[in-house]
């Protein structure tokens, strides 16, 4: 009987070991798709948006190790400070700088792009538009602006438009806009895109992700011939910041259970940043435009995000919200 219990007792006991185990490699099978391809990057120019955390510090700190010359956007110049000495200490690239950059302000954005077109450098052969706010409950930007659509569509839609013409200068050169899968569930409520008559944070949430890949798609096309390329992607399920509004995830069931849970299925920030990587390096990407990438691969975009109609009718929303036009 003694023997029975004791037997018992073991394989009850292996079971922690077991579940762990299982975690772990359901762990690593969820972090998709590597960049692996070596490529040297010295001499070129590149600006990363939203960079001293998360997916953006990981892309900055790959970018450095091959040898590129990196502009940090960033709002909170503490932390993205901090991030810049630790990516140059790690990776012994001088050449990572930091400016300033308020993506809710479109002053703000104004002054980042006077800066570093004032800046030593005369040439930016990549821009990578990653910043974003998720699920945040209703805040307006400093014009006005609903938050989410007017961080991640409008706020880099104006930075890429006032870089345009570097980027033109510098060809073959490339945009990459960091979407999310969550564009297959959005619809760009034209009759009230600042969310003013109802609004729901996760609706429009993916309204502005399906945003940044019509954005994508409409700029594709406009920049033909020009030597630009613009793709977008999804980056996977991540665990960063990105979700620091999400009330479940921050209190006490969230934080110990939840996250808990969901740990095997994210995606590290490292692993985050590779598909970032692959549509911003891959070699074999020269001349790729207009697409969508997940797990290092094209993939097929939600039916409307290939409404033309629509990206055209974004477009023009987007402009007469950021006051730009082909004259600026």
């Known amino acids: 009987m003694c023997m029975i219990i004791d037997c018992i007792l073991?394989?009850?006991?292996?079971?922690?070991?077991?579940?762990?185990?299982?975690?772990?490699?359901?762990?690593?099978?969820?972090?998709?798709?590597?960049?692996?391809?070596?490529?040297?990057?010295?001499?070129?120019?590149?600006?990363?948006?939203?960079?001293?955390?998360?997916?953006?510090?990981?892309?900055?700190?790959?970018?450095?190790?091959?040898?590129?010359?990196?502009?940090?956007?960033?709002?909170?110049?503490?932390?993205?400070?901090?991030?810049?000495?630790?990516?140059?200490?790690?990776?012994?690239?001088?050449?990572?700088?930091?400016?300033?950059?308020?993506?809710?302000?479109?002053?703000?954005?104004?002054?980042?792009?006077?800066?570093?077109?004032?800046?030593?450098?005369?040439?930016?052969?990549?821009?990578?538009?990653?910043?974003?706010?998720?699920?945040?409950?209703?805040?307006?930007?400093?014009?006005?602006?609903?938050?989410?659509?007017?961080?991640?569509?409008?706020?880099?839609?104006?930075?890429?438009?006032?870089?345009?013409?570097?980027l033109k200068k510098s060809a073959p050169s490339r945009i990459v806009n960091v979407s999310s899968r969550a564009h297959t569930r959005g619809e760009i409520n034209i009759d009230d895109l600042n969310s003013e008559k109802s609004y729901h944070e996760g609706s429009a949430y993916s309204q502005s992700k399906l945003a940044n890949v019509l954005f994508t798609r409409e700029l594709a096309r406009r920049l033909e011939g020009t030597g630009v390329t613009v793709n977008s992607l999804h980056p996977g399920v991540v665990a960063t910041e990105l979700g620091r509004h999400m009330k479940i995830l921050n209190n006490l069931f969230g934080r110990l259970v939840l996250r808990t849970m969901l740990w095997p299925f994210l995606k590290t920030p490292k692993?985050?940043?590779?598909?970032?990587?692959?549509?911003?390096?891959?070699?074999?990407?020269?001349?790729?435009?207009?697409?969508?990438?997940?797990?290092?691969?094209?993939?097929k975009v939600a039916p409307a995000a290939t409404d033309d109609k629509m990206a055209k009718l974004l477009w023009e929303e987007s402009e007469k919200w950021t006051r730009f036009s082909t004259t600026n």
């Not at 891959?282 to 797990?295: C, E, H, I, Q, R």
């Open 271 to 299: 692993s985050g940043a590779q598909t970032t990587l692959y549509a911003a390096l891959d070699p074999d990407l020269n001349g790729v435009t207009g697409l969508y990438f997940s797990d290092c691969k094209p993939i």
């Open 10 to 166: 073991g394989r009850l006991l292996d079971w922690p070991l077991v579940f762990g185990l299982a975690a772990y490699v359901l762990k690593q099978y969820m972090q998709g798709g590597k960049f692996e391809k070596k490529t040297d990057e010295t001499g070129k120019v590149v600006i990363v948006t939203g960079s001293n955390t998360g997916i953006g510090k990981e892309t900055v700190l790959e970018l450095a190790r091959r040898g590129a010359t990196v502009y940090m956007a960033c709002r909170d110049k503490k932390r993205a400070e901090e991030a810049r000495l630790e990516i140059i200490k790690e990776t012994k690239n001088q050449n990572i700088f930091f400016l300033e950059l308020d993506l809710s302000s479109l002053e703000s954005i104004r002054k980042f792009v006077a800066a570093f077109k004032g800046s030593k450098e005369n040439k930016l052969h990549i821009l990578i538009n990653n910043a974003g706010v998720m699920r945040c409950p209703r805040m307006l930007t400093k014009d006005g602006f609903e938050m989410q659509l007017g961080v991640n569509h409008m706020g880099h839609f104006l930075l890429t438009m006032l870089l345009l013409d570097m």
